[in-house]
T-cell receptor
């Protein structure tokens, strides 16, 4: 099956710094990728839809200036958490849409902000 | 608006018991997809099944089976002869089909613990 690579798998950063998370579709082109956030023992909440070559679409309540999404190529979307704070600590997971309702997930990134 | 409800927050059974995870969904669309994903402690999402709204046939895959009933808007998941390795959080999810990528909405998940 298709593979989606997400990097890094774990990151610890200081409050106020920015962190970039990469999501790559390894064997298919994905014009659309999705970013989810998951707090401990909770469900995955959709943050935004990332479209190649255009601006991301953010879900209600998600700050677009806080969570910058760049989908510069058909195989790469990045999520940058700017000026991270402890409340941003969470598990972030991306998914890439291959078509015909086939969606593949990355392995997730555990962000810890000190 | 679409919604997925997994009323069972946590389930704990003894190994070899059968267990059913419930999923009830809401959608206005006549065409949609339902999913089940497994999330082990490592965090990644493991795809288990995708079912479109026009296919109400139940499915069996090894020890796993799924019961899709449109009349009750339910898509339940049964594990037969459970094993310790089945311990994980299981998510039911829904996407409304369209001409472009459709976002998936997840239920709140059911944490399944299989005791030896």
């Amino acid at each position: 099956g298709a593979v989606v690579s997400q990097h890094p798998s774990r990151v610890i950063c200081k409050s106020g710094t920015s962190v970039k998370i990469e999501c790559r579709s390894l064997d298919f082109q994905a014009t659309t990728m999705f970013w989810y956030r998951q707090f401990p023992k909770q469900s995955l909440m959709l943050m935004a839809t990332s479209n190649e070559g255009s601006k991301a679409t953010y879900e209600q309540g998600v700050e677009k200036d806080k969570f910058l999404i760049n989908h510069a190529s058909l195989t790469l979307s990045t999520l940058t958490v700017t000026s991270a704070h402890p409340e941003d600590s969470s598990f972030y997971i991306c998914s890439a849409y291959q078509g015909y309702e086939k969606l593949f997930f990355g392995s997730g990134t555990q962000l810890s902000v000190l | 608006a679409q919604k997925v409800t997994q009323a069972q927050t946590e389930i704990s059974v003894v190994e070899k018991e059968d267990v059913t995870l419930d999923c009830v969904y809401e959608t206005r669309d006549t065409t949609y997809y339902l999913f089940w994903y497994k999330q082990p402690p490592s965090g990644e999402l493991v795809f288990l099944i995708r079912r479109n709204s026009f296919d109400e046939q139940n499915e069996i895959s090894g020890r796993y089976s799924w019961n899709f009933q449109k009349s009750t808007s339910s898509f339940n998941f049964t594990i037969t002869a459970s094993q310790v390795v089945d311990s994980a959080v299981y998510f039911c999810a829904l996407s409304e089909a369209g001409s472009s990528a459709s976002k998936i909405i997840f239920g709140s998940g059911t944490r399944l613990s299989i005791r030896p």
